[in-house]
C-alpha cells in the first residue's frame, strides 16, 4: 500500500479502479504503444500551446506523424518533433538523473535554442509570477536535494501525490532558461506510467488556474493544492477507461 498525506481513501479506491480499467484494456505491449501513439498527439498540442506554440491540433498530429504542414514557422515544427522525440526517450529511462534532465532539455530544443542541455548561467525571473527561482549557482544543489527526496520515496508514497509533488517542485527550480514546464509536465507522465497508470494531458484550455495554483503553492510553500487540482482533473480525463 501506498503513503499519502493528501489524498482521501476514497480518492485513492478511484484511481486504483482507473489504473485496473487501463491495464485490463491495454493489457500487451502492443496494446501499450497503441494507447501511446493515441494519445500523443493530444499531449504535444496542449503542452505546447501551453507554452506559446501557434500549432492547431491538427497540424500537430500530422507533424508527429511525418507530414510537414507548410507555411508554418520552422522552430513551432521543431517544437513538435522535438516533443515527440523527448517522449518516448523520457519513458525508457529508468530513473530521472541530472544528466537525464539535461538530455531531455537538449531534445526539446534541438536546434531551436543555443542553451539547448545546459542548466541556467544567471538568474531569471518568470513572466507574470512573484515567485523567484533560486540563485542560479543553487541549481544543481536543488535539483540534488529534489532526486534524493524522489529516490527516498518513489516506491512508497502514492504515484498521484510523487508526480505532483515532483512537478511543483521541478517548476520552482526552474533549471533551465526554457522549456521547463515541458520537462516538468513530461516528467509527471512518466512518473504516472512508472506505476501503470494512463496519462494526462495538461489542458490549454486550463492553462490560468493550471498557473494560479503553481503560484499559489510555490509562493506559499505549499503541497496540497496542487496535488488536489492534479487529481481531480486527472479523474475528470481518465475515469471513463
Not at 63 to 91: G, Q, V, Y
Not at 93 to 113: C, W
Not at 136 to 153: A, G, I, R, S, T
Request: aromatic residues 14%; hydrophobic residues 35%; glycine residues 2%.
Amino acid at each position: 500500500m501506498y503513503n499519502y498525506d493528501y489524498l482521501t481513501l476514497k480518492i485513492t479506491e478511484r484511481l486504483e479502479n482507473i489504473k485496473e480499467a487501463f491495464n485490463k484494456h491495454y493489457p500487451t505491449n502492443v496494446k501499450q504503444k497503441f494507447y501511446l501513439n493515441k494519445f500523443l498527439p493530444d499531449f504535444i498540442y496542449n503542452t505546447n500551446a501551453i507554452d506559446g506554440n501557434s500549432l492547431s491540433a491538427k497540424d500537430t498530429f500530422n507533424i508527429i506523424n511525418r507530414k510537414i504542414p507548410k507555411s508554418k514557422k520552422h522552430s513551432e515544427i521543431l517544437e513538435a518533433e522535438n516533443m515527440r522525440d523527448c517522449f518516448f526517450f523520457t519513458l525508457r529511462q529508468d530513473n530521472p538523473t541530472k544528466s537525464i534532465l539535461k538530455q531531455m532539455h537538449e531534445i526539446i530544443l534541438k536546434d531551436i535554442d543555443g542553451h539547448a542541455g545546459s542548466f541556467r548561467d544567471h538568474d531569471v525571473e518568470i513572466y507574470g509570477s512573484k515567485h523567484l527561482p533560486c540563485d542560479y549557482l543553487l541549481v544543481e544543489n536543488e535539483l540534488d536535494k529534489l532526486l534524493e527526496w524522489y529516490d527516498e520515496v518513489k516506491n512508497g508514497k502514492h504515484p498521484f501525490e510523487l508526480a505532483a509533488i515532483f512537478h511543483r517542485r521541478f517548476a520552482a527550480i526552474h533549471p533551465f532558461f526554457d522549456a521547463n514546464g515541458r520537462i516538468a509536465r513530461l516528467l509527471t507522465n512518466y512518473i504516472l506510467w512508472q506505476h501503470k497508470y494512463p496519462l494526462f494531458v495538461f489542458k490549454h484550455r486550463h492553462k490560468k488556474i493550471y498557473f494560479q495554483i503553481l503560484e499559489e503553492c510555490n509562493i506559499n510553500h505549499l503541497e496540497e493544492p496542487f496535488v488536489n487540482w492534479f487529481v481531480e482533473e486527472y479523474i475528470k480525463q481518465n475515469g471513463k477507461i
